[in-house]
């Protein structure tokens, strides 16, 4: 059974390219971990009338991509992305997970 998990985070303004060019070059090793957490979906959409990122994902365990900030790959990407969007001091992204109100099947 999938949990769907969605949250937003916010990219420095005229980031978006420089945003999608990094993740279509989604380092292998980043993919993996992300696999092997349990995420069978994850699509992340961008507004650009408010510079803010919105993603979901679909998730086999307890774990999102949020939740893996302890290891060190994540950490590396976080430290690469940190110049392009909101970050905490860790150079994690601020984000807000969102709460789901409706669902179709």
Same mark, same amino acid.
């Given at each position: 059974?999938?949990?769907?998990?969605?949250?937003? =985070?916010? /990219?420095? %303004? @005229? =980031? !978006?390219?420089?945003? $999608?060019?990094?993740?279509? *070059?989604?380092? %292998?090793?980043?993919?993996? /971990?992300?696999?092997?957490?349990? /995420?069978?979906?994850?699509?992340?959409?961008?507004?650009?009338?408010?510079? +803010?990122?919105?993603?979901?994902?679909?998730?086999?365990?307890?774990? @999102?991509?949020?939740? /893996? @900030?302890?290891?060190? +790959? !994540?950490? $590396?990407?976080?430290?690469?992305?940190? *110049? +392009? =969007?909101?970050?905490? %001091? *860790?150079?994690? %992204?601020?984000? $807000?997970?969102? !709460?789901? !109100?409706?669902? =179709? $099947?």
């Amino acid at each position: 059974m999938y949990k769907r998990l969605a949250f937003k =985070m916010k /990219l420095n %303004p @005229g =980031m !978006v390219e420089e945003y $999608k060019k990094r993740h279509d *070059d989604l380092w %292998p090793e980043l993919h993996r /971990l992300l696999k092997d957490s349990g /995420l069978s979906e994850y699509s992340i959409f961008f507004d650009e009338e408010t510079n +803010i990122l919105f993603a979901f994902q679909k998730q086999a365990g307890d774990q @999102g991509s949020q939740d /893996l @900030g302890k290891t060190e +790959i !994540v950490q $590396k990407w976080w430290k690469y992305m940190a *110049d +392009i =969007m909101e970050t905490n %001091p *860790d150079n994690s %992204p601020i984000s $807000k997970e969102l !709460v789901e !109100v409706f669902y =179709m $099947k």
